[in-house]
């Protein structure tokens, strides 16, 4: 049980992501141009997601443990930081400025098109190049750390 509800959940997703267009640059590239041709169809997706998110949320939030795991794995910050505005801030240029965010170009890839496939390696390495840097600021902190304790 523990693989097959990863699985349909992904496939589930997968399904909808094809169904509502978002695998379609265009279509997404519609969507954010507000202030020329804009096409709101992709708000129905978003109205959708919300339908279903919200009350799954509450019912989760009711819940001691979930139903297929041994614990629930929730975010330990939750106020708003420079590097949540940031990434943020990166993202939607990369959507804008493409029309594909991380799900739908890892479903895109199965058409084997070029463009999707240099946006996948690059948005791979942008994710290793994060965890590097990321790794290297908590080893400098860690090494501050350890001075500091040494000197006093």
């Known amino acids: 049980m523990w693989i097959i509800a990863p699985l349909l959940c992904g496939l589930v997703f997968g399904a909808g992501l094809l169904i509502s267009g978002m695998v379609q640059p265009t279509k997404v590239l519609g969507f954010l141009d507000v202030f020329g041709a804009w096409d709101p169809s992709l708000l129905v997706v978003m109205v959708a997601a919300l339908a279903v998110s919200v009350p799954g949320f509450m019912l989760v939030d009711r819940s001691a443990r979930p139903w297929l795991g041994g614990q629930f794995f929730r975010p330990g910050k939750s106020g708003i930081d420079l590097p949540l505005v940031t990434g943020a801030a990166m993202f939607g240029v990369g ?5 594909l965010c991380p799900g739908p ?6 058409t084997l098109s070029p463009a999707i496939i240099v946006f996948v390696v690059a948005m791979a390495a942008g994710m290793m190049a994060h965890d590097a840097w ?3 600021r908590l080893a400098a902190q860690r090494s501050r750390e350890l001075a500091s304790a040494a000197d006093g």
């Not at 959507?95 to 029309?99: A, I, K, N, P, T």
């Not at 170009?105 to 199965?110: D, G, I, M, R």
């Open 134 to 136: 990321q790794q290297s």
């Open 105 to 110: 170009a890892l479903e895109s890839l199965a």
């Open 95 to 99: 959507w804008g400025l493409v029309g």
